[in-house]
């Protein structure tokens, strides 16, 4: 039980990656506040597996694009338990659209959505973290953000922002005993991606990556399990990439 007696707050835990991660927290002890926010069936049915599976876990909806509303999130979680030991910073958004033909509205969008929030958040609980004396943050990068991808460039700009978030607070919070790290998927196949993609397309897919295959959401949760987990005191402001050694072979169809 790495995680045991922990709070857990995981944003965008209702579906995908951030289910995972969520239900492996409390399958290691951790006490998981499952942010979500635009479904309810969706957030409170991942509260419910990890009930049902003997842990313990609560929904929070919340905009994690408003600030207001990140610190009511944050509020309600401690006014359940009362520390935060744990935060997952894995809400965000993906879209394809040609560079020259962008939006100013689309550009600022995908960084609100994916950077903002992660500010946001990390701002909120990294108080509560300094205040009771210590905690983990634990981002959601991608590979794209070192390699670059076609039709992508305001999505891998995004998550190049996140690492470097990340680097930056993790060197700030130090003092305060707040490890800051991130994670940052290859091609992660996701039920998102089954239904996107044809099975040609993920078989050329994994034929790309060095190791033979794609990854699991698993994969990612398992990296974010160590990060969160004492097992990496020792370690603060970097990135693992979890992409089967083929972060240069990713292409635009990835969601990550």
Known sequence: MKLEGDVALITGASKGIGRVIGLGFAKEGAKVAVNYNTSLTQGMSVVEEIRTSGGEAIGVRADITNAPEVNRMVTEVMNRYGRIDILVSN?????SQDFLEMAEGDWDHMM???????????????????DQGG?????????????????????AASKAGIIALTRSIALELAPYHIRVNSVAPGFILTDLQRRSMTNQEIELMWKRIPVGKVGSPEDVANAVLF????????????????DGGGTDALDSKCSL
């Not at 809400?91 to 879209?95: K, L, Y």
């Not at 609100?112 to 300094?130: D, E, H, P």
């Not at 990060?227 to 979890?242: H, M």
């Open 91 to 95: 809400a965000g958004m993906a879209s």
């Open 112 to 130: 609100i959505t994916n950077l903002k929030s992660a500010f946001l958040c990390c701002q909120a609980v990294g108080k509560i973290m300094r």
């Open 135 to 155: 905690g983990r943050i634990v981002t959601i990068s991608s590979g794209l953000a070192v390699r670059g991808a076609v039709k992508r460039a305001h999505y």
């Open 227 to 242: 990060l969160a987990s004492k097992e990496s005191s020792f370690i603060t402001g970097t990135v693992i990439y979890v």
